[in-house]
Nanobody
């Protein structure tokens, strides 16, 4: 069971911190973040592998986003800084129970479970 929170409306250059509350132990899963903008497909943003073994980011967000895993609280956070208007969209977290190959971490159909999403709007 996954629930995202922390979405909202900010001006360009602002920051938001998204959270993904999980049940079952963050260290037992890999948790990915995806964004779906208006009229667009769901695109990969970031992933934390098995509770923090490693993290990966889409090239477009490197240096501005940080994903962390709070294992005791079964929550994964996505800190988003210096947001740009193109970051607007619905943000989803997703779980993968088994190991993934590197080329599969960015594919939505690799993941087993999805949250309902949280909306982020970045105004110019």
């Amino acid at each position: 069971h996954l629930v995202e929170s922390g979405g909202g409306t900010v001006q360009a250059g602002g920051s938001l911190r998204l959270s993904c509350a999980e049940s079952g132990g963050s260290s037992s899963y890999s948790t990915g973040w995806f964004r779906q903008g208006p009229g667009k497909d769901r695109g990969f943003v970031s992933v934390v592998i098995f509770g923090g073994e490693s993290t990966h980011y889409a090239d477009s967000v490197k240096g501005r986003l940080t994903v962390t895993s709070d294992i005791p609280n079964e929550t994964v956070h996505l800190q988003m800084n210096n947001l740009k208007p193109e970051a607007t969209g619905n943000y989803y977290c997703a779980l993968r129970r088994r190991r993934m190959t590197a080329r599969n971490i960015c594919r939505p159909n690799t993941y087993d479970h999805w949250g309902p999403g949280t909306q982020v709007t970045v105004s110019p």
